[in-house]
T-cell receptor, first 113, second 110 residues
Framework: NAGVTQTPKFQVLKTGQSMTLQCAQD?????MSWYRQDPGMGLRLIHY???????DQGEVPNGYNVSRSTTEDFPLRLLSAAPSQTSVYFC????????????FGDGTRLSIL | AQRVTQPEKLLSVFKGAPVELKCNYS??????LFWYVQYSRQRLQLLLR??SRESIKGFTADLNKGETSFHLKKPFAQEEDSAMYYC????????????FGTGTSLTVIP
């Protein structure tokens, strides 16, 4: 199993541009989540999904959209990039029971100029 | 509400010394607690979860419901333990979502 795969690994955008961060998992996990990691702030939940067709907002959803058309894929869209969105983005997946751990991707390092 | 608190942002210990990374939580139900480790510029990896009561890489963690703590301990630190450590909580009352602490950066001095 590849686990959780994120693409791209690095990206530089200009303010106002849009882009999609891709995330795919091959473990048939029901739950998928997007986090951003910023120095001194830990991981903050952006959006999450408990199954195909179901998404919900996390702690910091503004400026981001998600969709979950399949169990495997959970893309994150930046609608109009802003410098405040410069961060490292991690996708994670897990089985639906609360005692199951999260599995993380390698992250996408995003810089907005 | 802050669900997971890691009071130390930075922690330095000498090689061979004991290390304890603190984690306190706030949760009304029965929590599921985890420790994750992130080596430099890598993905987060599961280190421990309290239901397993296992020791990984010499680390252990005990859930203390009275003190609402889940501190991570290792009796003899190694240089390869230098990393970022995150405590995380999940449970039915959180909608099975994970809440992470802000992390502790551990440096083991040779």
């Amino acid at each position: 199993n590849a686990g959780v795969t994120q693409t791209p690994k690095f990206q530089v955008l200009k303010t106002g541009q849009s882009m999609t961060l891709q995330c795919a998992q091959d473990m048939n996990h029901e739950y998928m989540s997007w986090y951003r990691q910023d120095p001194g702030m830990g991981l903050r939940l952006i959006h999450y999904s408990v199954g195909a067709g179901i998404t919900d907002q996390g702690e910091v959803p503004n400026g981001y959209n998600v969709s979950r058309s399949t169990t495997e894929d959970f893309p994150l869209r930046l609608l109009s990039a802003a410098p405040s969105q410069t961060s490292v983005y991690f996708c994670a997946s897990r089985h639906k029971y609360s005692n199951q751990p999260q599995h993380f991707g390698d992250g996408t390092r995003l810089s907005i100029l | 509400a802050q669900r997971v608190t890691q009071p130390e942002k930075l922690l330095s210990v000498f090689k061979g010394a004991p290390v304890e990374l603190k984690c306190n939580y706030s949760y009304s139900g029965s929590p599921e607690l985890f420790w994750y480790v992130q080596y430099s510029r890598q993905r987060l990896q599961l280190l421990l979860r309290h239901i397993s009561r296992e020791s990984i890489k010499g680390f252990t963690a005990d859930l203390n419901k009275g003190e609402t703590s889940f501190h991570l301990k290792k009796p003899f630190a190694q240089e390869e333990d230098s990393a970022m450590y995150y405590c995380a909580l999940s449970g039915r009352d959180t909608g099975n979502q994970f809440y992470f602490g802000t992390g502790t950066s551990l440096t083991v001095i040779p």
